[in-house]
């Protein structure tokens, strides 16, 4: 240990408003901030929580009111402080909380000024607030006790305990607009309902056991990201992790084919798309810290065959430094020492869900085929002797030939050349070796090229006014997309790109 009374000390005290400035560089969604402060809301035991808003252009107010256990004067200027607790202090077994920070950076990251109405269970009302330009003009970190409307006291008054938090000179989001500006309020309208969607699948738990959140007086509603309950999911085994302290599980949900339409579009979630929301769920105390997401492992990329895929993560609260949690609870990365047993069960998981796929592509392939599959080489006697050649009909080599004048006589000067040599000797000798297996078509590359490939086959078979599933079925009996029935989730008559 260092002996510090021999040196000279001095106090280096952090410039406020500075600091603010770097809580607004933070990089809340509007979403993620709302939620954050509900997190203390419910830590602090809340059974109701009511999000409001009051559009009025820049003058426009959001609050989040709750019926928890509230804080009298002292632990309410203490939760108004920056840093109130240490992140390393361990955290009753339900508490949300973290750095300390939650209610200050994401207050700050969307408005100038924030009040905290609270009380406690003696009845005593206390309130404080910050306000970034007070803080500006006298350089330091000073409250004011102060309230934008008489009216959020009245909400306070409602509740036996509880805590009323009241963002106004809400910047991020209202700048420059106007009250009667019929495009600023959309846009600010439509925030709303991405923050009541957003909620409704971060909190879905708790909903679920009872907390009810209001917005703007309607009680939203939870949504399940595993759709549990549902006919034809299938979940996969558990696997814990780490003591038992982590548990895993993967879920396959049921194919279009399976849902309601309204099923369906339940299962496109908060962000409106089922590729969007394939991956990852993490929660931390039963709250959904990320959802649908592949935590930059095993390369997994988001892919459309990949839709039916969703693993359940949870974590205690102790896990936090080690998943790299951060401020704004919406980041999580694996340890390194987990990485084989998480990217083991995701993989099986994954395979599942292709499988799926798979198997429709099957049953379309079967239904709707011609008669004979397209494969691009075939074999054919000369002189009692057995040789290959490309299937000059197969549509790629079909295609090829028609585009390739003035080149045409060169090109089937190659094919020809390519078909009379191909190592065929080599090829046994080494598949009889056995000692590495030969890959599939495609295997091991990016599939872009093949995809492409499917889909412009597609929209030509549709202008020929093949129906859908004709469409996708002549394209499985082509060799090498029979490989990969799976595919035909990414043909879709309606959307290009799909
Ligand atoms: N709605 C609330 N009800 C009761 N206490 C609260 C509320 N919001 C914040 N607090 C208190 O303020 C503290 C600081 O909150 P916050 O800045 O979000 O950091 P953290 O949640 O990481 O502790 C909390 O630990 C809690 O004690
Ligand atoms: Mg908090």
């Not at 600010?188 to 957003?198: E, I, L, R, S, Y």
């Not at 879920?251 to 309601?260: A, F």
Request: proline fraction near 4%.
């Amino acid at each position: 240990m260092m002996d510090y009374s021999q040196f000279e000390t001095t106090a280096a005290i952090p410039e406020a408003s500075a600091m603010i400035q770097t809580f607004r560089a933070i990089g809340y969604s509007v979403e993620a901030a709302i939620a954050d402060i509900i997190d203390n809301s419910i830590s602090a035991g809340a059974k109701k929580i009511w999000v409001d808003y009051d559009w009025k252009g820049p003058l426009t107010t959001i609050s989040i009111v709750d019926d928890g256990k509230g804080m009298n004067n002292d632990e309410l200027i203490n939760a108004m402080r920056p840093g109130s607790k240490n992140p390393l202090d361990v955290r009753e077994e339900k508490d949300l909380g973290r750095f300390g920070l939650g209610l200050k950076t994401a207050s700050f990251s969307q408005c100038k000024k924030f009040s905290v109405i609270s009380k406690d269970q003696t009845g005593g009302v206390s309130w404080w607030c910050w306000d970034l330009d007070y803080v500006r003009q006298v350089k330091s970190w000073t409250l004011l006790r102060y309230y934008p409307d008489a009216k959020f006291l009245q909400q306070i008054a409602k509740v036996l305990t509880g805590t009323a938090v009241i963002w106004w000179d809400i910047d991020r989001l209202t700048k420059d607009s106007q009250e009667d500006d019929a495009d600023s309020m959309d846009n600010f309208m439509k925030k709303m309902d991405g923050v009541k969607k957003h909620l409704s699948m971060v909190f879905h738990r708790f909903i679920s056991r009872g907390v009810k959140i209001y917005f703007k007086g309607r009680e939203v509603e939870p949504w399940d990201p595993f759709m549990i309950g549902i006919g034809g999911l299938q979940p996969k085994s558990d696997v814990y992790l780490d003591d038992r302290q982590i548990f895993l599980k993967g879920y396959v949900l049921p194919h279009r084919s399976k849902l309601s339409p309204e099923q369906y579009d339940y299962g496109k979630g908060p962000k409106d798309s089922w590729t969007a929301h394939q991956g990852f769920y993490v929660y931390r105390n039963q709250r959904l810290l990320v959802a649908g997401d592949w935590l930059g492992i095993g390369s997994f990329k988001k892919e459309v065959h990949y839709d039916l895929c969703r693993i359940l993560i949870e974590l205690p609260n102790n896990a936090d430094a080690e998943w790299q949690i951060d401020i704004k609870k919406s980041l999580a990365r694996p340890p390194a020492r987990l990485l084989e047993q998480i990217l083991s069960a995701a993989r099986n998981a994954r395979s599942q869900a292709v499988e799926v796929y798979r198997h429709r592509g099957k049953v379309i392939r079967r239904q709707f085929s011609r008669d004979e599959d397209q494969f691009l080489w075939q074999e054919y006697r000369r002189n009692e002797k057995r040789f290959y050649k490309l299937n000059r009909v197969h549509p790629i080599i079909k295609q090829l030939l028609e585009n390739s004048s003035p080149y045409r006589s060169e090109i089937e000067k190659a094919l020809r050349f390519i078909e009379e040599t191909i190592p065929i000797p080599l090829i046994t000798l080494k598949e009889n070796e056995a000692e590495i297996t030969h890959g599939q078509p495609f295997e091991g590359t990016n599939h872009e090229l093949i995809l492409a490939t499917m889909k412009a086959m597609y929209r030509n078979l549709i202008n020929q006014n093949k129906t859908d599933d004709q469409a996708k079925g002549i394209i499985l009996s082509i060799e090498p997309f029979n490989f990969y029935p799976q595919y035909v989730e990414y043909l879709n008559a309606n959307d290009d790109n799909k």
